[in-house]
Each structure stands twice: as structure tokens, then as C-alpha cells.
């Protein structure tokens, strides 16, 4: 079976209609629009849309599309050009000059004016990053992956029930950008490795960030250092492990534990738009300075912030901080290599909620300690206890998933179970114990609404 990967829609439209748009004058819509911003290169499409327009802003990055965002209002009154980006409140303004090869503008964020920002028409056939596959004309073909040196046993998913017509089905509707921005995508049944495909210029080598993905990571790294010793267990006050700073003058404090903070209920003031992100000392005592308004354990509540505070446990339990402990007790016995955790470090902490960077088949090997309660090819590398507890419900959250330490329960599709986690922009790692499967996906939909897009695609798969 071979899926049919090309161009996405949006660009079949542009060139359709060119160049017989730009003999009838329709001077923005026959082609992209190229803008750059530092290390980034932005694509502005627009094109005819009933009585109006439609659009978007492909971001580019290093040869790979990282993201895109909706352009929610076109206002062309040529020469003169807005677009509108209700999502993040950007605005750009601009003008048609130089024969319509280029456009004079600027941009402005939240109603303010910002820096200058011009546009250069280029051909829509040479931005092929767009494509999911490129412009490659020849068919995609199910292909059992590469084996490598990496600890990895790899198979053909037909052997362990994925027919090769499932496969290239889920890959042509990713190629169709039905799940938006999608940037890889492996499967792992009966233990090996049966998918792996990349998308939009990315590869088997790049790391890639995996938002609060890493959340989950925080989660195995606290249970490695319960199992070692250095933390004796869950029901430890969490202000026990910053004798320098002053908590809240709420008495309630010294009831909050380890495991209301690994179960996202601790009982914090924080409000419905308020998530601070941070690490550090000066952090730590922000979050210790809040009031408590719940009673710890009672309520489930996500907040980013409070998770930066194993950033501190982790130091002062291990003496590491806790990039060196993962490389030490998790990445290493794990082979895993090229990682990048550096994104708003501050004094060697670094964020547990959201920065860690890793390479899609390191972040199945994750998956793997979940289906293996632990144990990666033979090595207990987390204790079973831990993994049981980490993925039982702990407690109730404001839908129908449950919420264990760190890793979402919940079900794909009506019925099928999956213990998740799960990072925004279509970050996943997931384990559906029934089927026996690792579904892995990175992404990049941050910005337009689909981030749960390729969970349909599967749960209509599997």
C-alpha cells in the first residue's frame, strides 16, 4: 500500500490558480509570501475564500516547518494589506509596492507598534518544506524501520496485527494535513519498533522539544530517586526540601507533599489564567509564597508552576540537578544520548514542566519503562511500585480522564485505554495496554487549534 503525500491543500489552491490569478490582477493570492525574523523564515498564504480571504503563517526553521497559525481576518484593499492573527494578537499592516514583488510593512502586538516587517513574493513550488513529504511525486510505501545501534528490536507491523493499508492510511491523512502540523510519527507493537516516518524536514536525528512531555519525565526522575534512597518516599512535606526559604504563612503548608504535587493537587491560589513559568531559587519562593485555598489533596488543579518545584527537590535530595541525574540514573541506562534540557535554565535548575528536547525513538524507549513497569531490555531501571503508581489514578480531574503522577488516564476513542503523556503542540507518548502499542507523535500545533487532531486519527486507526 503507498499513501498519496504532496502538497498541502492550501498550496494546490495557489497553484491552480496560477498564473491565471496573476493575469486577473489578484495580486496577493498568486503567490507566498516570504518574511524573515532572526534565525526564522515566515510563509504568508492567503487565498480566496467565498466573499473574502483565508490564510496562514507557516514558520520556518533551519530547513524544518516548525509551526503554523491562522490568519483569522485578510483585509485587501490594494494596495494595502492587514492581516490578523487572533490567536497571538499580531497584526500585521503592510502595502503592495515594487511592481507587486514585495510588501512594506510592520508588525504590532497587541494594538502596539512593533519593528518593521517586509514580504518578498516567491513561487509557491519552491517552498517545499510546506509539504508534509516535500513535492516528491512518488507514492509513500510502509517500510520496516531502520535498525540502529540503539537498543532498538525493529519489526513489520503486519506481524503484530497493524495491517500495511492502516499504516498508509494514518500517514496519508497526516501527509493531508487533517492533523495539522506533524512532525513524526512511530508506533511500537509487541515491543518493536514497527513505524517510524518524519515529516515536514525533520529526521531521526533531531531532538525536539517535547512541552509537558517532560512533566512526565520529572515524574520517572522523582520515583529513580525514591527507589535509590535519596527521597524516602511521597507523603514527605514539600517545603522539607527548601530549609532556606520561607513558605507561606499558611499553617497548612506542612501538609502538602510529594504526592499532592506529583498528582496536580496541592491547593494553590493560583487563578484560571495564571501559570507563571520559571525555575530557580527566586521561583521556588514564589510558588512556596502562595496561599492555599484548597485542601491539599482534595482538588485537582493542572498548574505548570507548581511542578518546577522538583527542579529544587530533586538538587537538594540527590545532590544533582536534574539533568545530571537523568543522565546519570535514566538517559544513560536508557542509551540515550543527544538531549538538549537548557531552554530557561536559571543557576543549574532546570524546568520540569516543559523544556526537555529529545529524538522521538529516546522518547519511546520512555514509553517502553511504562509498558515494561520499568525495565528497558532486561534492566529494572525504575522500580515497578513506582511505574504502578505513577500511572493509577490518583485522582479525578475536571473531565473524564484520571491524572496519576504526571501521566494522564484516559481512554482513545470510547473504549480503548491509554496512559498519556501529553505535551502541547501534539507532543505524545502513549501506551495502550490492550493493544499492546507505543504511539509516539511530535508536532507543531501550537497555534492552530489541532493539537489533539492526530488523537482522532488514531483512535479511528486502532
Given at each position: 500500500?503507498?499513501?498519496?503525500?504532496?502538497?498541502?491543500?492550501?498550496?494546490?489552491?495557489?497553484?491552480?490558480?496560477?498564473?491565471?490569478?496573476?493575469?486577473?490582477?489578484?495580486?496577493?493570492?498568486?503567490?507566498?509570501?516570504?518574511?524573515?525574523?532572526?534565525?526564522?523564515?515566515?510563509?504568508?498564504?492567503?487565498?480566496?475564500?467565498?466573499?473574502?480571504?483565508?490564510?496562514?503563517?507557516?514558520?520556518?526553521?533551519?530547513?524544518?516547518?516548525?509551526?503554523?497559525?491562522?490568519?483569522?481576518?485578510?483585509?485587501?484593499?490594494?494596495?494595502?494589506?492587514?492581516?490578523?492573527?487572533?490567536?497571538?494578537?499580531?497584526?500585521?499592516?503592510?502595502?503592495?509596492?515594487?511592481?507587486?514583488?514585495?510588501?512594506?510593512?510592520?508588525?504590532?502586538?497587541?494594538?502596539?507598534?512593533?519593528?518593521?516587517?517586509?514580504?518578498?513574493?516567491?513561487?509557491?513550488?519552491?517552498?517545499?518544506?510546506?509539504?508534509?513529504?516535500?513535492?516528491?511525486?512518488?507514492?509513500?510505501?510502509?517500510?520496516?524501520?531502520?535498525?540502529?545501534?540503539?537498543?532498538?528490536?525493529?519489526?513489520?507491523?503486519?506481524?503484530?496485527?497493524?495491517?500495511?493499508?492502516?499504516?498508509?492510511?494514518?500517514?496519508?491523512?497526516?501527509?493531508?494535513?487533517?492533523?495539522?502540523?506533524?512532525?513524526?510519527?512511530?508506533?511500537?507493537?509487541?515491543?518493536?519498533?514497527?513505524?517510524?516516518?518524519?515529516?515536514?524536514?525533520?529526521?531521526?536525528?533531531?531532538?525536539?522539544?517535547?512541552?509537558?512531555?517532560?512533566?512526565?519525565?520529572?515524574?520517572?526522575?522523582?520515583?529513580?530517586?525514591?527507589?535509590?534512597?535519596?527521597?524516602?518516599?511521597?507523603?514527605?512535606?514539600?517545603?522539607?526540601?527548601?530549609?532556606?526559604?520561607?513558605?507561606?504563612?499558611?499553617?497548612?503548608?506542612?501538609?502538602?507533599?510529594?504526592?499532592?504535587?506529583?498528582?496536580?493537587?496541592?491547593?494553590?491560589?493560583?487563578?484560571?489564567?495564571?501559570?507563571?513559568?520559571?525555575?530557580?531559587?527566586?521561583?521556588?519562593?514564589?510558588?512556596?509564597?502562595?496561599?492555599?485555598?484548597?485542601?491539599?489533596?482534595?482538588?485537582?488543579?493542572?498548574?505548570?508552576?507548581?511542578?518546577?518545584?522538583?527542579?529544587?527537590?530533586?538538587?537538594?535530595?540527590?545532590?544533582?540537578?536534574?539533568?545530571?541525574?537523568?543522565?546519570?540514573?535514566?538517559?544513560?541506562?536508557?542509551?540515550?544520548?543527544?538531549?538538549?534540557?537548557?531552554?530557561?535554565?536559571?543557576?543549574?535548575?532546570?524546568?520540569?514542566?516543559?523544556?526537555?528536547?529529545?529524538?522521538?525513538?529516546?522518547?519511546?524507549?520512555?514509553?517502553?519503562?511504562?509498558?515494561?513497569?520499568?525495565?528497558?531490555?532486561?534492566?529494572q531501571i525504575v522500580s515497578t511500585d513506582w511505574i504502578r503508581r505513577s500511572v493509577s489514578r490518583q485522582i479525578d480531574t475536571d473531565g473524564p480522564e484520571g491524572y496519576g503522577y504526571?501521566?494522564?488516564?484516559?481512554?482513545?476513542?470510547?473504549?480503548?485505554?491509554?496512559?498519556?503523556?501529553?505535551?502541547?503542540?501534539?507532543?505524545?507518548?502513549?501506551?495502550?495496554?490492550?493493544?499492546?502499542?507505543?504511539?509516539?507523535?511530535?508536532?507543531?500545533?501550537?497555534?492552530?487549534?489541532?493539537?489533539?487532531?492526530?488523537?482522532?486519527?488514531?483512535?479511528?486507526?486502532?
Amino acid at each position: 500500500m503507498r499513501a498519496r503525500c504532496g502538497l498541502p491543500a492550501a498550496i494546490l489552491v495557489i497553484l491552480a490558480a496560477w498564473p491565471a490569478a496573476a493575469a486577473e490582477g489578484d495580486a496577493i493570492t498568486s503567490w507566498l509570501w516570504l518574511g524573515r525574523g532572526g534565525p526564522e523564515s515566515f510563509y504568508w498564504e492567503v487565498w480566496p475564500d467565498g466573499d473574502g480571504f483565508g490564510g496562514v503563517v507557516h514558520t520556518v526553521r533551519d530547513g524544518k516547518k516548525q509551526t503554523e497559525l491562522p490568519v483569522d481576518q485578510v483585509v485587501w484593499e490594494a494596495p494595502d494589506l492587514e492581516l490578523h492573527m487572533d490567536t497571538t494578537g499580531v497584526v500585521f499592516r503592510g502595502r503592495l509596492v515594487d511592481d507587486g514583488t514585495r510588501i512594506e510593512g510592520r508588525l504590532h502586538f497587541g494594538g502596539e507598534e512593533g519593528p518593521e516587517f517586509n514580504l518578498e513574493r516567491v513561487d509557491p513550488a519552491s517552498a517545499t518544506v510546506l509539504a508534509a513529504r516535500g513535492f516528491d511525486a512518488v507514492p509513500w510505501a510502509y517500510r520496516v524501520p531502520a535498525a540502529k545501534d540503539d537498543g532498538w528490536i525493529v519489526g513489520d507491523a503486519a506481524a503484530h496485527g497493524l495491517p500495511h493499508a492502516t499504516v498508509v492510511t494514518l500517514v496519508d491523512r497526516i501527509c493531508a494535513g487533517d492533523a495539522g502540523v506533524i512532525h513524526s510519527l512511530l508506533l511500537v507493537a509487541g515491543g518493536e519498533l514497527v513505524v517510524e516516518e518524519y515529516f515536514h524536514g525533520y529526521g531521526p536525528a533531531d531532538v525536539h522539544r517535547l512541552a509537558s512531555v517532560t512533566k512526565s519525565v520529572s515524574s520517572l526522575l522523582t520515583g529513580v530517586a525514591v527507589d535509590r534512597g535519596a527521597i524516602t518516599g511521597v507523603e514527605v512535606p514539600v517545603m522539607d526540601f527548601f530549609p532556606d526559604l520561607e513558605p507561606s504563612a499558611d499553617h497548612r503548608w506542612r501538609d502538602i507533599t510529594l504526592h499532592h504535587l506529583l498528582s496536580m493537587s496541592m491547593g494553590l491560589d493560583w487563578g484560571p489564567d495564571e501559570d507563571p513559568h520559571g525555575t530557580g531559587p527566586a521561583f521556588f519562593g514564589q510558588v512556596l509564597g502562595r496561599r492555599i485555598v484548597h485542601a491539599p489533596g482534595t482538588r485537582w488543579a493542572y498548574h505548570s508552576a507548581n511542578v518546577n518545584l522538583l527542579a529544587g527537590v530533586l538538587r537538594e535530595a540527590t545532590g544533582l540537578h536534574a539533568d545530571a541525574f537523568a543522565e546519570r540514573h535514566l538517559f544513560t541506562p536508557l542509551g540515550i544520548t543527544d538531549y538538549d534540557w537548557s531552554f530557561m535554565a536559571t543557576d543549574g535548575y532546570r524546568l520540569m514542566d516543559g523544556s526537555l528536547q529529545l529524538r522521538p525513538r529516546d522518547m519511546a524507549k520512555l514509553g517502553m519503562l511504562v509498558r515494561g513497569e520499568g525495565r528497558w531490555r532486561g534492566e529494572q531501571i525504575v522500580s515497578t511500585d513506582w511505574i504502578r503508581r505513577s500511572v493509577s489514578r490518583q485522582i479525578d480531574t475536571d473531565g473524564p480522564e484520571g491524572y496519576g503522577y504526571l501521566w494522564w488516564l484516559g481512554n482513545l476513542g470510547e473504549d480503548l485505554p491509554v496512559v498519556l503523556a501529553n505535551g502541547h503542540g501534539s507532543q505524545f507518548i502513549g501506551w495502550l495496554p490492550d493493544r499492546d502499542l507505543i504511539i509516539v507523535v511530535t508536532g507543531g500545533n501550537e497555534d492552530n487549534g489541532k493539537h489533539f487532531a492526530i488523537v482522532d486519527l488514531l483512535s479511528r486507526a486502532f
